[in-house]
């Protein structure tokens, strides 16, 4: 037997309104066509009045802990990754903890942007397997909506609002059939800020700032670092591309994930692809995506998932798990 972190249950929430492609071409000098083309994007959810990364963030929770059968004072863990927090402080972690109505517990935020969920996860994981917590939220949400240039169309039309949660918790596993988070791997490069970033901050100018990105180049780097690093992720578990059930990856782009599938010779059919309804949702896109799936009942108990992602800074990770 072997402790590990399972997840016991995940949610999602995506804000009210709707914005299709086409909705998006009134405001912005884009089409359809060319979103679709390039990134298999064919709307995305923008938040609205009274809608926040928290309230997001709130409601993925609650449905979380809902498809968990687990109550919110089990909570003694909440680890929030976003790079759109409510407030520069206190955590948005706090602000979650608070509406959950959870006395006591550990709470923060993590940054590592779109791989957030992925940093989260693997923070959580090792508190859970060092005895620090039992039961964990771990949640991705944002609203990149709030930090978009809407004059800048290479960016604006790529982005969405939303959140997804899982609820973590420390079980004692077969070693060998049982469930749980196999093995994760992190990584950060600081030298590529430029490419991928935003343009203030409360340190430098004071503002939120805009997000900056020069896409051809982000591209070829997220093809090649998340094609090793799930390399690496499954060497690490002693785990064949062929047997993995189900890639859970970071919505950014649709031929992004194609390549990527490619380059491990992985079948397409087994990539779990969200980007053409959610768009980019940073650190929310995974749970998100792993929620859809889980829900339409593609991912089942026992199946062999590997999530992954890559965004500014830049920072990519991936973790294997059988669900
Ligand atoms: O989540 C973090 C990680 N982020 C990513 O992984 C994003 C990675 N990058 C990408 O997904 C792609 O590079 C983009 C989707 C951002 C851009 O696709 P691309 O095929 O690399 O296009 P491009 O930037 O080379 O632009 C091609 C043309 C340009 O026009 P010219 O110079 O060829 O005349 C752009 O001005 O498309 C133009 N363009 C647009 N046209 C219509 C750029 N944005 C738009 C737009 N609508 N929204």
């Not at 071409?25 to 990364?53: L, M, P």
């Not at 859809?292 to 990519?316: P, Q």
């Amino acid at each position: 037997m072997t402790l590990r972190s399972v997840i016991m249950g995940t949610g999602s929430a995506l804000p009210r309104r709707c914005v299709s492609n086409d909705e998006l071409a009134q405001t912005v000098d884009t089409s359809d066509a060319w979103i679709v083309e390039r990134t298999g994007i064919r709307q995305r959810y923008i938040a609205g009045e009274g809608e926040t990364t928290t309230t997001l963030a709130v409601e993925a929770s609650r449905h979380a802990l809902e498809a968990a059968g687990v109550a919110p004072d089990e909570v003694d863990l909440i680890v929030l990754a976003t790079a759109t927090p409510d407030q520069t402080f206190p955590a948005s972690a706090t602000i979650v903890q608070a509406q959950l109505g959870i006395p006591d517990c550990v709470a923060f935020d993590v940054g590592a942007v779109c791989s957030g969920f992925l940093y989260a996860l693997t923070v959580a994981d090792n508190m859970l397997r060092g005895g620090a917590a039992r039961t964990a939220l771990v949640i991705g949400a944002e609203t990149f909506s709030r930090i978009l240039d809407w004059e800048d169309r290479a960016t604006c039309v790529l982005f969405g609002d939303g959140a997804g949660a899982v609820v973590l918790r420390a079980q004692e596993t077969d070693a060998q059939a049982g469930r749980g988070i196999l093995a994760s791997k992190l990584h950060a490069d600081g030298r590529y800020n430029a490419l991928l970033n935003v343009d203030g901050g409360p340190s430098t100018t004071g503002t939120v700032g805009k997000v900056r990105m020069k896409g051809q180049d982000v591209f070829r780097h997220a093809v090649v670092n998340l094609a090793e690093v799930l390399r690496e992720v499954l060497a690490s578990a002693g785990v064949a591309a062929g047997e993995i059930d189900w890639v859970v990856p970071h919505q950014a782009n649709a031929r992004i994930l194609d390549a990527t599938a490619r380059k491990l010779k992985l079948d397409p059919a087994k990539v779990v692809m969200t980007v053409d309804r959610h768009a980019n949702t940073s650190a929310a896109s995974v749970p998100l995506a792993l929620d859809v799936a889980v829900r339409d009942g593609r991912i089942r108990k026992g199946d062999l998932v590997v999530l992954e992602a890559m965004g500014g800074g830049f920072t990519w990770g991936a973790s294997l798990l059988r669900y």
